[in-house]
């Protein structure tokens, strides 16, 4: 059984809030901290649907919402973790603003605590640069895919300086918490998300000679190829903003082959982002 009980998750956003709950469902105390009480009071009223909806649809037994929430406490005050045996960030893809929350982390955390980044895009061991030298092998990336609660995996990312104890532990702790973990490389974008966008820039691509509309090409994908969902209706839940940020970072990582397409540049600039904005890729009803 893993050491590992008290878990602390900065970042109440989707992926922030759904991590916590996940380390809740497996038995584990946890601590989800933001910067507004507001935030935290949101992201645990979106949870509680999350729960309601997979007792619904059998995913959870009757219980297992109140026993899950009851075990999340929401917290403003990063001075809270002090206790927790492993702290996951889980912050906007900016990488001042991690670098932020990783110096306050190092001061407050206990020097054993485990400390990792949920990061998509941003190396590991460059994410290190900001912990100091002697937490800096209890660090490494954790890389979760939304929607947490239904995905399974979790890309498991060392740094340079990252232990073999601690790769060992967190890829248990995964274990624990229903997920499936594969190591991978500390490199820009790491797999998922080169394989990822490479296949989504093409997409665009398609749409912009007028191969296909958005439509088909997400008809194709999910029927020629299996996909659960198509690349647009990904892009558009995940938001566009989202992809052309990560697109570009791979593209400074890598060239050519990750450059942006001009027509999702277009489709940001013009704040089409997906469904919380209503209209991305497709138009979405607005919300009574």
């Not at 602390?8 to 809740?24: F, N, Q, W």
């Not at 190591?183 to 989504?200: E, P, Q, S, Y």
């Not at 439509?215 to 659960?228: K, M």
Request: charge should be neutral.
């Amino acid at each position: 059984m893993t050491s590992i009980q008290t878990v602390g998750v900065v970042g109440a956003g989707l992926m922030g809030s759904e991590i916590a709950l996940v380390c809740a469902l497996s038995g584990r105390r946890v601590l989800l901290a933001d910067t507004a009480q507001e935030r935290l009071s949101h992201a645990l009223e979106n949870l509680g649907r999350v729960m309601d909806k997979g007792v619904q649809r059998g995913f959870y037994k009757e219980g297992d919402r109140e026993q899950a929430l009851g075990r999340i406490t929401p917290t403003t005050e990063l001075a809270a973790f002090a206790d927790c045996d492993l702290v996951t960030e889980a912050v906007f893809e900016d990488e001042s603003v991690k670098a932020q929350v990783f110096r306050s982390l190092d001061q407050v955390c206990r020097p054993d605590a485990m400390v990792c980044s949920n990061t998509s895009t941003i190396s590991i061991t460059g994410l290190s640069a900001y912990l100091s030298p002697a937490r800096r092998p209890r660090f490494l990336g954790t890389h979760y895919f939304s929607p947490v609660s239904r995905m399974k995996l979790v890309e498991v990312i060392p740094g340079i300086d990252t232990d073999e104890a601690t790769v060992s532990q967190v890829t248990e702790f995964c274990r624990h918490i229903g997920k499936a973990p594969i190591r991978v490389k500390d490199v820009v974008g790491f797999a998922v998300n080169r394989l990822l966008h490479v296949f989504m820039i093409e997409a665009v691509r398609l749409v912009e000679e007028g191969v296909c509309t958005p439509e088909e090409v997400d008809l194709a994908c999910r029927l020629g190829l299996g996909h659960p969902v198509g690349p647009f209706e990904l892009s558009d839940a995940v938001t566009n903003h989202l992809c052309l940020q990560a697109q570009e970072i791979m593209h400074g990582a890598y060239g050519e082959r990750f450059r942006p397409r001009p027509l999702l540049k277009q489709m940001v600039q013009a704040g089409y982002d997906g469904k919380k904005a209503g209209r991305g890729w497709y138009r979405y009803p607005s919300k009574p």
